[in-house]
C-alpha cells in the first residue's frame, strides 16, 4: 500500500478496520502516519473514532500505545504458556517428520499429544541407521529412502513428496528423536517417545560432522589435529562438538595456541581452554593405550584380502569385456572400410550398408560381421 502511494499517488484516503489491524507499536504507527500526512492522505479506521480533528488525533494515539502494549503483553503470555508447555515435555507445534499430532480421547476430556507416525517412524529411524555407516551422502540417502517408501506428510497446499536434502539435514539434526524437546536454548525431556537412542545419534552426528566443511580444513592458525579433537565434557552431554583453536599474543609478542570448545561461545560448557601439547600429550597417551587382539588382527587381514580378491575379479572380469569391446569394434571397423572401398558397389547401396551395419539392433549385420572376421573375405559379407 505504502508503494502504492508513493509511487503511483492516486490514493487520497486509507481505510482501516482497525489501527491495530495496521501498526502493532507506536512507532510504526508514527512512521506511517508521517508519510500519509506528507503526502495529504485521510486515513480512516471503520470501528474507531479517529479523524483530522485534535480529539481524533488524541484518541489515534491513545488507541496505539494500546495496541502496542496488548501486542506485548499478548506475545509475552504466549511465551510464558509455550515455555511451560515445553518444560513439561509437550511438543510445540507440528511434530516432525516420524511423528504424528493425535488428540487421546480416552479419558473424560480430550488430551493433544504426539506419537509415532505408524507409516513414517520405522523408515526414520532406519535413515538414521544408513547415515551412521558413513556409505550414505545425503544425497544418496534421500534417494534411498524414497525408494524405501518414506514420503513427506501431505498437506492442505502440497501433496507428500520425497524428501529435500535440507530436510533430512534437519532430522538427522535433531534431538527431539532423543525424546528431548528445545525451546528458547534450553532442553527438555518430552512426553513423546524416543525414536533412536544416545549412541545412535551420536554416531550420526560423528559422520556429519566428519563431512563438514569445518573438519581438517586449514585456516590462518592451522594445527594437525584441528578438525579431528572434540570436547569430553560434552561428550559425556551426549553431544559431539568439536574443539577449535584460539591464537593469543601476550604483550611481549610471544605466541600461544590454545584448544577450546565452541559451546563456550554460547554459554552451554564449562570446560576450561587448553593449550595444544597437553592435547597431544593426551592424544599420544591414547594411541599408544590401543592394543588389538590377534583374533581381531586375522580377521581384518581376512576380510582385507577377501575385499582385494572381489576387486581383482571384477577388474579382470571389466577387462575381459572390455577386450571382447574392442575385437567386436576391430572386425566392425575393418568391415565398413572394405565395404566403403569397393567401388563397384552403388553409393547408395554402400551407405544403407553402412546404416545396417552401425546399428546395433540388426542382427544380420552383426552376423556377417562374425563371418567376414572368420573368413577374411569381404565380398562373403556382401
Partial sequence: MLSRVRQDKDVGTVIVYKLSRMARNRYDDAIVMADLRKRGITLISATEA????????????????????????????????????????GTLGRAPIGYMNVIDRSGFRE???????????????????????????????????YDRGLRTRATVRRPEGPLHESNLHQILRDRYYLGKVS???????????????????????????SRSTGGNRRRVHHHYLKGIVFCGACHDRGIIQRLAIHHNTTRHGN?????????KQTKQCQSPHMSVPRIEDAV????????????????????IAHIVADENAATQLLKEQLAAELARLDVREGNLLDLAADNAMPVGRIR??????????????????SVASKTSCPMVSA
Fill in 50 to 89: 479517529v479523524d483530522d480533528t485534535p480529539v481524533g488525533q488524541l484518541m489515534h494515539g491513545i488507541l496505539a500505545t494500546f495496541n502496542e502494549y496488548q501486542s506485548r503483553e499478548s506475545g509475552a503470555d504466549i511465551a510464558y504458556k509455550m515455555g511451560q508447555k515445553a518444560k513439561n515435555g
Fill in 111 to 145: 488430551i493433544r499429544t504426539v506419537a509415532l507416525d505408524p507409516e513414517r517412524a520405522d523408515l526414520v529411524k532406519l535413515a538414521f541407521e544408513l547415515y551412521a555407516t558413513g556409505e550414505y551422502t545425503l544425497a544418496d540417502l534421500v534417494e534411498e529412502m
Fill in 183 to 209: 525451546y528458547q536454548g534450553e532442553e527438555y525431556e518430552g512426553r513423546h517417545p524416543a525414536l533412536i537412542d544416545h549412541e545412535l545419534f551420536a554416531r550420526v552426528q560423528q559422520v556429519i560432522e
Fill in 255 to 263: 605466541e600461544y595456541l590454545y584448544y577450546f570448545c565452541r559451546h
Fill in 284 to 303: 599420544e597417551r591414547y594411541y599408544a593405550s590401543l592394543t588389538f587382539s590377534e583374533q581381531f588382527i586375522a580377521d581384518v587381514r581376512e576380510q
Fill in 352 to 369: 544403407q550398408k553402412l546404416r545396417d551395419r552401425v546399428s546395433p539392433t540388426n542382427a544380420t549385420a552383426s552376423r556377417n560381421a
